[in-house]
Every structure is written in C-alpha cells, then in structure tokens.
C-alpha cells in the first residue's frame, strides 16, 4: 500500500480538461506557489494529519486513498473519544483537501460522513479547550514579579505589547524594530505577515502610551531597547527582531518563535503564582475580554485585533463579564 503523501498539485489528467506538458521548470515553480498558498503550519498539520490517516488504514487494511465514504466514517468512529472533535474535523479537512488536489472523487462530500460527523458533535461535544485570557489584575500581578535584567525588561515589554495590541504569538514574534513608528500618542505597529494574512498585505495597530509608566508598553519598549542596546547594538536594527532570546549569561541571541512567545507567557504567569494556565492566545483573548466588560465598541476592538467580523469577537469574550453585564442587573433595585 502506498505511503506517498498527496502532493499539492493535482495530478495530470484528473480534471476534465487535458493537462498540458510543462516544463520540469514551469512545474517546480508552479507547486512551489502552490506549496505557498498555506502558512508553514498549516502544511506541517496536513502532512501530520495524513500521516495519522494513513497509518491507520494501512493497520486495518484499507485504501487511503482513493478512500471509501464507509472508510472516512470508521475512522472517525474509531478515534472519538482519544481526539477532540475540533482535531476530528480538521483531520476530515486534511483527507478532502488531499483528494480534492489529486482530482479524485470526495468521500468526505458524501452524506454518510458529514452525518457521522454530526452525530460525533452531538455524542462528545464540540466545545474547545481554549486558552484562558489573562485580565488587567492577572496581567498587573505578572509585571509585578519581573525584574530589571534583560530578560525581565524583555518580558514586561512582550507581555504588555502583546497585551496592548491584541497580538497572536506569531505576530508578537514577528515585529522588527523597522516596525515600529513613533506616533504624537505612543507608536504605530506595522503587522506584515499574520495567521489570516498569508498574502504579507500587511495591516497597522496603534499602540497607545500610557501615564502609568509600570503598565506602559511604549515605555517598556524603550527600556528593553535601550538594555539590548548595550549588549549589541545589532539587536536594535530596524530589521533586528524586537524580541530575541537571552541567554541565562545575559547574553541575546536570536528571534523568539512563536512557540518560545507562549511560553515566556507560561512561565511568567506561572511564576506569579496564578492558578489558571495561560497560554499563547491568553493576551489577545484578555484584551478583548477586557475591553468588552469595560463596553469598547466592537468597532474599536476589531480595529485593533484585526478580526473581519464579530462572530469570533464573541467567541472570545466567552463568558467575560457575564454577571456584571447581565441584562437583569439593577432593574429590581
């Protein structure tokens, strides 16, 4: 049985029309672009996900691909319960975008697995296990605890940037110092590549200063820069990452990863001793939440968080404010 991963360009001959003769060239270059049309991440889930699927039915002796409706369905079966269900449906994306591409008929289209899916959704739930946003208090407590050395003035600048602009992790490992324009109020970031801009658009958020300089990101900003500064002015570069690695020496290396970004989250929010666990998405999350109980516009909010429409806005703010925004508060009073 074949264990080739379908590749992002459909096979010659499997559409209606003739596939021309390309060039090795003109093909290279054709699935390179192809290839670029999904983040990184994107393609590495894929690749993990078909791996999974393939793995199985090699176990159970069945044809990956082209795969049977009846196939797709036992295996959802088979792993509900040890998977979430969100993972389950993102699996089913792998296995429909591989044989989309290769031109062969869906299994996943057909009714008996969008049923099977369903009925998973109704049996174990379709709830996620979100991170948790990390409020004003909480976040207060965690700056509290940072000291002044590198990677404390580092820290404090991640979080409240982070915080400040409603940044996934990937966007607050992204920045470069040429990113950042002064502005009468504070600074102007300029996001050029983010989770739902692949195509490098780029887009702008303002990020204010604040009188209380303990809680001000533009401040924090530029006492890590002035700190990196002194260790290597290389660091300060427009085009030098904005947060870079220190060293347990006291030394700066290279740009932190998205990954690193959510664990400097943990680690720091751990060492306060708050007992919830935050994670990457934790300040984009809190600072929707923040502002929905505090009645920003939604307006206001998506300007800075950059989401096109409300409906993840609310997905966000959860149960944020829930009591103190209740539509019954004060009226018996």
Aim: aromatic letters at 4%; a positive charge; charged letters at 20%.
């Amino acid at each position: 049985m074949s264990t080739h991963v379908p590749a992002l360009v459909p096979t010659p001959g499997s559409g209606h029309v003739p596939a021309p003769v390309l060039s090795d060239d003109l093909r290279d270059k054709v699935s390179d672009l192809r290839s670029a049309s999904k983040s990184a991440n994107t393609r590495r889930a894929y690749l993990s996900d078909w791996r999974r699927w393939e793995t199985w039915c090699q176990q159970n002796d069945l044809v990956s691909m082209p795969a049977h409706p009846d196939t797709v369905s036992a295996y959802l079966a088979d792993q509900a319960g040890g998977v979430s269900v969100a993972t389950l449906a993102r699996h089913l994306a792998t296995i429909s975008k591989a044989h989309q591409v290769a031109g062969l008929p869906n299994p996943c289209r057909e009714t008996s697995v969008r049923d099977t899916m369903s009925g998973l959704r109704r049996v174990h739930g379709s709830a996620q296990n979100e991170a948790p946003g990390l409020l004003p208090d909480q976040l207060r407590a965690t700056l509290d605890t940072l000291g002044n050395d590198l990677s404390g003035l580092r820290d404090r600048a991640l979080l409240l940037v982070g915080w400040c602009a409603g940044l996934r992790r990937s966007e607050v490992a992204g920045l470069t110092w040429g990113d950042l324009t002064p502005d009468p109020d504070g600074l102007v970031l300029t996001l050029r590549k983010s989770k739902t801009d692949q195509e490098q658009r780029g887009r702008k958020v303002g990020l204010p200063a604040a009188l209380d300089l303990g809680v001000c990101p533009v401040n924090a900003l530029a006492r890590w820069r002035e700190a990196a500064s002194h260790e290597s002015s290389e660091k300060t570069a427009p085009g030098s990452p904005v947060f870079c690695q220190v060293t347990r020496w006291g030394h700066l290396g290279g740009a932190l990863s998205g990954e690193a970004v959510a664990l400097v989250i943990q680690r720091r929010t751990n060492q306060a001793g708050l007992p919830v666990r935050y994670r990457g998405h934790s300040l984009r999350k809190g600072l929707v939440q923040a502002a929905f109980i505090a009645g920003v516009s939604d307006s206001a909010v998506m300007a800075t968080t950059g989401h096109a429409g409300v409906a993840m806005l609310r997905r966000y703010q959860g149960q944020a404010g829930l009591v103190s925004r209740s539509a019954s508060k004060g009226l018996l009073a």
